[in-house]
C-alpha cells in the first residue's frame, strides 16, 4: 500500500507559478503509475495529468497542455506538477494518486487506487 501527501500548494497571482510535490511512503513507488487530479468547488474532479511508472510517457489535459508539466523522481518517492501561468480558473484542490497500472499513463479516477488529502491551489485574477 501506498501513502500520498501533497504539498506545494498556496496563493497567487494570475501568471505566477508554483510547484506541487507529492511524496509517497511504500518501496514498491516505482512499481505505480502516478497522477495528479484537482476538484473545484461545486465541480466533480477532473483529470490533470499523468506519468507512467518508468516516466517516459507522460498525458496532460488540455486544460493544462502547455502550461502544467509533471514528472517524477522515483529515487526519492516524489512525483511534482509544475504548473505555470496559472490562471484563476485553475484555482481548486489539487490532489495525488497512484494506479497499478504501472505501464501507461492513466487519464481516469477510477483507474488509480491510491489519493492523497489534497493541497489548496488559489489563485487570484
Known amino acids: 500500500q501506498v501513502q500520498l501527501g501533497e504539498s506545494g500548494g498556496g496563493l497567487v497571482q494570475a501568471g505566477e507559478s508554483l510547484r506541487l510535490s507529492c511524496a509517497a511512503s511504500?518501496?514498491?513507488?516505482?512499481?505505480?503509475?502516478m497522477g495528479w487530479f484537482r476538484q473545484a468547488p461545486g465541480k466533480e474532479r477532473e483529470f490533470v495529468a499523468s506519468i507512467s511508472w518508468s516516466g517516459g510517457s507522460t498525458y496532460n489535459a488540455d486544460s493544462v497542455k502547455g502550461r502544467f508539466a509533471i514528472s517524477r523522481d522515483n529515487a526519492k518517492n516524489t512525483v511534482y506538477l509544475q504548473m505555470n501561468s496559472l490562471q484563476p480558473e485553475d484555482t481548486a484542490v489539487y490532489y495525488c494518486a497512484a494506479s497499478l497500472i504501472y505501464y501507461s499513463a492513466p487519464r481516469y479516477a477510477k483507474q488509480y487506487d491510491y489519493w492523497g488529502q489534497g493541497t489548496q491551489v488559489t489563485v487570484s485574477s
Open positions: 511504500g518501496r514498491t513507488f516505482s512499481g505505480y503509475a
